[in-house]
């Protein structure tokens, strides 16, 4: 799938579900950070060497993939391609001096 087709694919979602009026630049925000949140927790307490079940990888992508489509709805409403956003920054990062070293 290509970012057009899921773009009209989860704004159908959203349309059909009549959601649009709670989609609004702060509450996506929110949700955005909420389901980073259950990212976060599906860590938490284990150990950083803690090789992932096959049930928690999959919840694992179910909720990237929910953190992802709060990120493209912003995308949406702030009328920008994620893609293109993405480059814009790798093309700032390019150019940044990156020293870890330096304490």
């Known amino acids: ?12 979602f959203r349309n059909d579900r009549g959601w649009q009026k709670y989609h609004n630049l702060k509450d ?3 949700s955005l950070n ?5 990212v976060l927790e599906i860590f938490q307490w284990k ?7 096959a049930e928690e990888r ?5 909720e990237i993939a929910d953190t992802l489509i709060y990120a493209f709805y912003m995308c949406d409403k702030l009328g920008v391609n994620p893609y293109d956003i993405i480059q814009s ?15």
């Open 47 to 53: 150990d950083s060497d803690h090789e992932l079940s």
């Open 89 to 103: 920054k790798l093309n700032i990062n390019d150019h940044r001096k990156w020293n870890f070293d330096d304490k």
């Open 34 to 38: 909420l389901e980073a949140s259950e």
């Open 1 to 12: 799938m290509d970012y057009s087709e899921i773009h009209d694919e989860i704004i159908k």
């Open 28 to 30: 996506l925000a929110l």
């Open 58 to 62: 999959k919840h694992l992508e179910d």
